[in-house]
């Protein structure tokens, strides 16, 4: 069994003993993300009039907000390749994932 080096944060089990690193953020699908300072989340919210509640939300425990080490309350932005717009960027606020 091979596992590409260029994998890391999280640690798999695959069983037979054998265990690999994965990092989720370099799957050539997943765009990028970046936790946002809070002099620009501050000018996110001028620029569109809106609050923390209003923007849409991801969990604590997803992959990708795990491997930037982001924390419950931050605001991460994710910028993805489009072929319309060239670049296209969404905001998401992290919050716990509610529990069963």
Not at 1 to 15: E, N, Q, T, Y
Not at 20 to 34: F, Q, R, T
């Amino acid at each position: 069994m091979v596992f590409c080096a260029d994998f890391l944060p999280k640690r798999v089990s695959r069983g037979y003993g054998v265990t690999a690193e994965l990092n989720v953020l370099k799957h050539e699908m997943v765009p990028e993300h970046s936790i946002m300072s809070e002099e620009d989340v501050k000018t996110l919210f001028a620029r569109y009039q809106i609050g923390p509640e209003q923007l849409p939300k991801m969990y604590h425990d997803d992959p990708a907000v795990l491997a930037i080490g982001a924390r419950i309350s931050d605001v991460i932005k994710i910028v993805r390749k489009s072929m319309t717009a060239g670049r296209a960027e969404a905001y998401r606020l992290v919050v716990r994932r509610p529990k069963k």
